[in-house]
């Protein structure tokens, strides 16, 4: 069985940076972070595989950074240059089997497990 716990959400201004943390246990294939903000759909932000590929979506790319430590229990999401759009609930979702179809990065169903979630808020 895995478990996921989110750390790290918090209210910061825009142009701040905020870490975020999930702690796993049990081997981890896939790791994604999706934001969840009111009256918008659930949408993945940034991705990492077990062998440290990593990959961003929207207006992720070039402010975010998805990362894990050579354990593999603790993965990080590092957000820069935050804007108001950027806030939501912030869920670190995960898959432990791996998918030899390749990894379906943006679809929600396809994890297993999903953290309790970490509120961002950015104030403009």
């Known amino acids: 069985q895995v478990h996921l716990v989110e750390s790290g959400g918090g209210a910061v201004q825009a142009g701040g940076s905020l870490r975020l943390s999930c702690a796993t246990s049990g081997y981890i294939y896939y790791l994604a972070w999706f934001r969840h903000a009111p009256g918008r759909e659930r949408e993945v932000v940034a991705a990492?595989?077990?062998?440290?590929?990593?990959n961003y979506f929207g207006s992720a790319k070039g402010r975010f950074t998805v990362s894990t430590d050579s354990g593999k229990n603790t993965w990080l999401l590092e957000m820069n240059d935050l804007e108001p759009e950027d806030s939501g609930m912030y869920y670190c979702a995960a898959r432990s089997t791996r998918s030899y179809r390749g990894p379906r990065w943006w679809l929600a169903e396809w994890y297993e497990y999903w953290g309790q979630g970490t509120q961002v808020t950015v104030s403009s």
């Open positions: 990492i595989g077990d062998d440290g590929s990593t």
